[in-house]
């Protein structure tokens, strides 16, 4: 014990040591920018700078033992342990989305920073010391022992692949995104330049590489999230600690608020909203007329202009919309389907920042609650249940240090969920203050900059030359991308940023890459196909499907798959039906058997998945299934499937295991040794 | 090997902390957001109490739940002798 904690001062000295250094690299660029250093090399310098650090990491923690290569040997203090928690935990969603979905929804939004912290209560009380004290490699594992036999395991590896294949792709998407907007590589160049950052980490070293990886990553995004705001809020209010002080920014947002709703150039731009919804919605009833009607009004138009002396430029964008046209009845639903939604969307009455469950009558309001509820509770047992994160605790060497690790991974996410809310109600004011109701033509040079790649976009629907709010439409991401420049901050801090997003996206892949590749490996490949194998041989195979995972990955995420994003939020409610009951029954019920573990796993995650495809899509045109879509279960959206996946989930254990004999008595031992610690007697 | 009056103990113990921090869990979580309307009447630090619980009071109050849960095991660990550091 004594060594361990001499390490662990110098491992502290280590980080402090290096945090100071990079802080300097940020001040040596600023610096260098002031002497006229061009933003394409501040990108690079913090694209491949940290890249390289990334890697150096990688490289001296490189290993060729099993236990090194997934707990990392099980030496990591919990105060490592935590930041390292953290920087997986957080993802470039969390990052780069959650501030602007904050920002978009107000206090709805805040489901996630509940959720997304609140899980961890429950990590630190129901699972993280028992796996700890059960001290293997990975989760299914855990499932396999408790419950006996392959099927558990293999259920429990399937879950893993399904939860965590879509966030890894969604992790190199972020990366690809991060890349192409900030260094100016081509998308899909950005991608493997990602998937090269994620290997050098993961590929050598196995978990302890990642682990030092995501500490020094962790230091980088925290940073990086809270400079902006922090230099936002002391613009704002003279104080450059934004948390504490943006109440009374809020307050300056609803007087806003109240002021811009009921503009009457604002009621305006909402009513033509409102009709470009119902003239949607018109075409949509006249299928498949409208579409022919559609395209002869367009190629009338296209001819009018050509015999008429009209610029190419304009026969041209008539031309690709005509080009664009869906191609039948069933794509042209789907599409003036979502284009309906988006004008009603935008022609809705707005909702105050601050407002709790907004509904035109009780019945709607009650409805916004029950979500809300769901959704916090799907987070929060999905963040309780997801392999990634659970498999941190593993690498602590002690059940105490797993559980004080709980609670300094808890406490460094914090620091970044603490600080979301802020970003959203700075930006607001910002933009409220700052843009809303000025000249389209003399709107600050940060809007253009990003509706050139798609960030933002602007239409003046009623023609007054001026911007109302519902005429101005921002992607999530934009509002932690854009604040340097919305607080007109030099360009070095748009660097940090995107270095930040990039530390959080390469934390979290690492993490799942490694997650998958374990449970393929040491589950599947070592415990079920070849028990015999030899260690190199395990840590072979390891390594290759780790490298087939990661170039699998990238290769989806470089076809640029729209609803990947989407999906993510997914991974929580599978997750959370899948494992939590089958792992909380495991440690707190010694009755519950395989029978009844192995159906309630399979029933959770399949009723999530039938929930959430069947509420979602209408139609899943490459799988050519149409007219799917089902009316939700009292109301619950898609995104909260796992409130019905988790009480099957539970159910099903509870009855089948009643209905089948009790499990061996060795199972039941095991549940002692798992729950209690060696006693003398 | 039959479990012994002490991992009884022991057990019971682990679970009544458990079972009381899950308790404060839940209402902060589920309890609280459900009158988040009712509590947004109110303001704290110049915000909607409701909108603050959400947004920073519960975050606070788990990480106290956390550091509590591990304050308490880890000194039962002591009191039952079992704690790894004196093995």
Not at chain 1, 329 to 357: I, L, Q
Request: hydrophobic share 50%.
């Amino acid at each position: 014990m004594r060594d361990v904690f001499d390490v662990s001062i110098r491992l502290r000295r280590y980080f402090t040591l290096y945090t100071g250094v990079f802080v300097a690299l940020v001040l040596v660029l600023g610096v260098l920018e002031h002497f006229g250093l061009p933003p394409r090399w501040i990108g690079y310098s913090f694209l491949f700078l940290t890249i390289i650090l990334y890697a150096t990491i990688g490289v001296l923690a490189r290993t060729a033992n099993v236990s090194e290569y997934y707990v990392a040997g099980r030496r990591i203090p919990a105060i490592f342990n935590g930041m390292a928690t953290g920087a997986d935990w957080m993802s470039a969603a969390s990052f780069m989305g959650l501030a602007g979905t904050l920002y978009l929804s107000g206090y709805q939004g805040l489901a996630y920073v509940m959720g997304w912290t609140g899980g961890y209560v429950l990590v630190a009380l129901l699972l993280a010391p028992y796996l700890r004290r059960f001290g293997q490699y990975t989760i299914p594992d855990f499932l396999g022992e408790r419950y006996g036999g392959n099927a558990a395991r293999l259920v429990g590896v399937a879950a893993v692949v399904l939860a965590s294949f879509v966030y890894v792709v969604a992790q190199i998407y972020g990366v690809g995104l991060i890349t192409s907007r900030f260094v100016g590589l081509q998308f899909e160049v950005g991608v493997f330049v990602g998937l090269a950052g994620i290997l050098v980490c993961s590929f050598l070293g196995g978990m302890r590489a990642v682990t030092w990886t995501q500490v020094a990553q962790y230091v980088i995004l925290i940073v990086a999230y809270i400079v902006p705001v922090a230099m936002l809020s002391y613009k704002a209010t003279g104080l450059p600690l934004p948390q504490f002080v943006y109440g009374e920014v809020l307050a300056k947002v609803e007087v806003l608020e109240t002021r811009l709703f009921d503009d009457p150039a604002e009621l305006e731009a909402r009513r033509l909203y409102r009709e470009r919804a119902d003239a949607i919605y018109e075409r949509i009833l006249n299928l498949p007329d409208s579409l022919h009607e559609e395209r002869q009004r367009l190629s009338q138009k296209i001819n009018e202009l050509k015999n008429g002396d009209a610029r190419m430029r304009d026969i041209v964008v008539y031309e690709r919309q005509r080009r664009e046209l869906p191609q039948n009845a069933d794509e042209a639903r789907d599409r003036w389907d979502s284009a309906m939604h988006v004008a009603a969307e935008r022609g809705a009455t707005p909702t105050h920042h601050s407002t709790a469950y907004p509904g035109n009558d009780e019945s709607e309001r009650n409805l916004a609650r029950v979500n809300f509820l769901a959704l916090v509770f799907c987070l929060m047992l999905g963040t309780a249940a997801l392999p990634h994160v659970l498999m941190r605790y593993y690498t602590t060497p002690t059940v105490r240090e797993a559980r004080n690790s709980v609670f300094w991974s808890l406490f460094f996410i914090l620091l970044l969920y603490f600080t979301a809310p802020a970003y959203a109600v700075f930006a607001k004011f910002e933009i409220y203050s700052g843009v809303i109701g000025s000249s389209i033509a003399e709107l600050p040079a940060w809007i253009a900059a990003w509706s050139k790649v798609g960030l933002v976009a602007i239409e003046d629907i009623n023609g007054d030359g001026l911007l109302q709010l519902a005429e101005l439409t921002l992607n999530p991401d934009v509002i932690v991308l854009a604040t340097p420049e919305i607080a007109g901050l030099p360009y070095v801090i748009s660097g940090l940023v995107a270095a930040g997003a990039l530390a959080a996206a390469l934390s979290t892949a690492d993490g799942l890459l490694l997650t998958i590749a374990g449970a393929l490996s040491h589950d599947v490949y070592y415990k079920i196909y070849r028990p015999q194998a030899s260690t190199q041989w395990r840590l072979l195979v390891s390594k290759t499907l780790l490298l087939v995972v990661a170039v699998l990955g990238a290769t989806v995420a470089a076809q640029k798959p729209a609803s990947i994003l989407f999906m993510v939020s997914w991974a929580f409610s599978i997750a959370a039906a899948a494992f939590f009951p089958a792992l909380v029954c495991g440690i707190f019920w010694k009755r519950a058997n395989r029978a009844g573990a192995v159906s309630g796993m399979l029933v959770g995650m399949l009723l999530t998945i039938y929930y959430l495809v069947r509420v979602q899509f209408d139609s899943i045109p490459w799988l050519g299934i149409h007219g799917i879509g089902m009316a939700p279960w009292f109301g619950i959206q898609s995104v909260s499937a796992g409130v019905w996946g988790v009480a099957a989930g539970f159910v099903t254990i509870v009855v089948v295991s009643l209905l089948t004999p009790p499990p061996a008595r060795s199972i039941q031992e095991f549940v002692e040794q798992v729950r209690y610690p060696q006693m003398r007697v | 090997m039959p479990l012994t009056r002490k991992q009884e103990a022991y057990w019971r113990r682990n679970l009544t902390v458990s079972a009381a921090l899950l308790t404060i869990w839940f209402v902060v979580s589920f309890v609280a957001s459900f009158f988040a309307r009712e509590l947004n009447e109110f303001t704290v630090f110049g915000f909607p109490l409701g909108f603050y619980m959400a947004a920073q009071g519960s975050l606070i109050i788990y990480v106290f739940i956390v550091g509590y849960y591990a304050y308490c095991m880890n000194r039962l660990d002591r009191e039952y002798g079992v704690d790894e550091e004196h093995r």
